[in-house]
């Protein structure tokens, strides 16, 4: 890093001059020798690199040699606290990974300590894969946005319902009473910086009866808020929807008011082609987890024919207790590769598409696309930058030809170097900088204890 002397006209607190920047909005578009300039948290410029040094004072001046710069990854599903979990239960098929080892293991466990824990060990794991905003949904939410917000991610939290008891809420009503109290008091709170948003989250159309999903409806409509809801995810799911509504999940959810443009439908696997039309002609959103998908032997979610129909298609990780990797960098090569042998087509999302459902989309699926998703003057500063430079310890990533290309089909989460979150450096040299991680391996050592009598 250096420091400018105050001589040009416009000011910034910081300048980042890469090798390159997809800025993911125009689509399709690589930029070579420009620089971004930030100003309290939000982008200020993307220009030439001749014309940042010209026309810009910049407090601080950062040097990327070698790098590339993109808007921050947007995980559009995930189970933070469930990192506590991974490995605990593999190899099985969803219901019985659920009914016989997941929830018992819950039901002993989880807590709001359990959560906070858990989900610091999930931020730092995305972090260092480039991921800047989460979508959650899981018990104990205000421990989820605590965690959150001391390392200073950006994260949209789930108020989650279901219509049995759990240690958390003992029924829908009590759900939905302590989830609005925790977002009235997280948007009240004095420390709070604009990072959380919120989400309804009725958990499944198998936990979740009709009565429930019309007050969330309603909720949803009265205070603006997305609806985060697995849906469509297994054929046994559909099999029991029909002989309990008479519906499959989807037209149920048409009956309820829950399609809209507010619904965020994960995984999304078994759609026939009118049910895809309808996502699209709805304006819905799918969170799309190839790698939890393909574990738990879900199926093959129809991502090009979703795409063409103009399905708004985002990635999630899902838990790491259903994928084991919160690896967003990951499921993009996953997904783009599964998309051409799905739709036998090679051209089947490409890198460029693959970069937009990893970032703008799952920023539009959150209500979040005029805030995050790409590098555009206005927007936030929630920006990665990933390592493809020839220093000779990098041989995957040599030769290069197509930075996106070698983004989405080569590259790792071991070659993202920072990142940055309104502006706020929080991974600098693959160093991550929050103290929130300080003490937290012998917290997580603890969990580990309580938890590994589930393995007898």
């Not at 991974?427 to 603890?446: E, T, Y």
Request: charged share 20%.
């Amino acid at each position: 890093m250096s420091t400018l002397p105050d001589t040009t006209l416009q000011r910034a607190d910081l300048r980042l001059d890469p090798e390159w920047i997809i800025p993911i909005q125009p689509a399709g578009l690589t930029l070579q020798q420009h620089s971004v300039l930030i100003r309290d948290g939000r982008i200020v410029a993307l220009l030439p690199r001749a014309d940042a040094e010209t026309l810009w004072r910049a407090d601080v001046v950062q040097a990327l040699p070698g790098q590339l710069l993109m808007p921050g990854l947007v995980n559009l599903h995930c189970h933070a606290a469930m990192s506590l979990m991974r490995g605990l239960a593999d190899d099985l098929p969803l219901m019985t990974w659920l009914q016989q080892h997941i929830w018992p293991a819950e039901g002993r466990h989880v807590s709001d300590a359990f959560v906070y824990d858990g989900s610091l060990l999930a931020c730092a794991e995305m972090l260092r894969a480039g991921v800047t905003c989460f979508n959650d949904m899981y018990f104990f939410p205000e421990a989820t946005a605590r965690a959150a917000r001391a390392v200073g991610m950006r994260a949209a939290i789930g108020l989650i319902v279901m219509d049995f008891p759990t240690p958390y809420a003992s029924d829908p009503e009590d759900y939905l009473a302590k989830g609005l109290a925790m977002r009235d008091a997280m948007r009240d709170s004095s420390s709070d910086d604009g990072l959380l948003s919120f989400c309804m989250a009725p958990h499944a159309p198998y936990t979740v009866g009709n009565k429930s999903f019309e007050r969330i409806v309603t909720l949803a409509e009265e205070l603006e808020l997305p609806i985060h809801l697995h849906l469509h995810e297994t054929t046994e799911e559909i099999a029991t929807s029909l002989q309990q509504h008479g519906l499959r999940p989807l037209a149920r959810m048409q009956s309820l008011g829950v399609l809209g443009p507010r619904l965020i439908a994960v995984h999304a696997v078994h759609l026939t082609p009118q049910e895809i039309d309808l996502l699209a002609r709805h304006g819905a959103s799918v969170a799309h987890c190839p790698s939890s998908n393909l574990k738990l032997a879900s199926g093959f979610a129809p991502v090009a024919a979703m795409l063409e129909a103009g399905v708004n298609l985002g990635l999630g990780t899902d838990g790491a207790a259903s994928n084991n990797r919160l690896d967003l960098l990951g499921e993009m090569r996953t997904a783009s590769l599964l998309a051409k042998a799905v739709a036998n087509r090679a051209d089947a999302l490409p890198a460029h598409a693959t970069l937009h459902a990893a970032t703008l989309a799952g920023a539009r699926a959150l209500g979040l696309e005029s805030e995050i998703g790409s590098i555009e003057v206005g927007k936030a500063a929630d920006l990665i930058a990933i390592d493809l430079s020839p220093d000779g310890h990098q041989p995957a990533l040599r030769p290069l030809y197509q930075p996106a290309s070698q983004l989405v089909y080569a590259a790792g989460r071991e070659h993202v170097s920072h990142v940055w979150v309104a502006g706020q450096a929080l991974m600098q040299a693959r160093d991550l900088l929050p103290g929130a991680f300080s003490d937290l391996n012998s917290r997580v050592d603890l969990w580990q204890n309580r938890l590994v009598a589930e393995f007898d």
